[in-house]
């Protein structure tokens, strides 16, 4: 489940300690983090969509597509002659 801290909360994760982004994070939906969700310490949200820079750097990398390299050209038949 998505959650992100509640306005003027800081939540911690319960292993590691480390703080929840304000943004958002995908958490385990266990004990610990609905108690956080029925309390009020996280508010379930859904999870952002890509941000317009990474979306910017995929529309670069879809028009940066190699170039096509042409096949080289069966020899005519007016150089077989010679």
């Known amino acids: 489940m998505w959650?992100?801290?509640a306005e003027g909360r800081a939540v911690?994760?319960?292993s590691s300690k480390r703080l929840l982004k304000?943004?958002?994070e995908d958490v385990?939906?266990?004990a610990f983090w609905l108690r956080r969700l029925s309390c009020g310490d996280v508010v379930k949200t859904t999870a952002p969509t890509a941000t317009a820079s990474a979306s910017v750097a995929v529309e670069k990398a879809a028009g940066a597509a190699p170039a096509q390299i042409a096949p080289p050209s069966a020899p005519s038949a007016?150089?077989?002659d010679k």
């Open 12 to 14: 911690r994760f319960p």
């Open 3 to 5: 959650v992100k801290p």
């Open 28 to 30: 385990p939906e266990n």
């Open 78 to 80: 007016e150089g077989a």
């Open 22 to 24: 304000s943004s958002g």
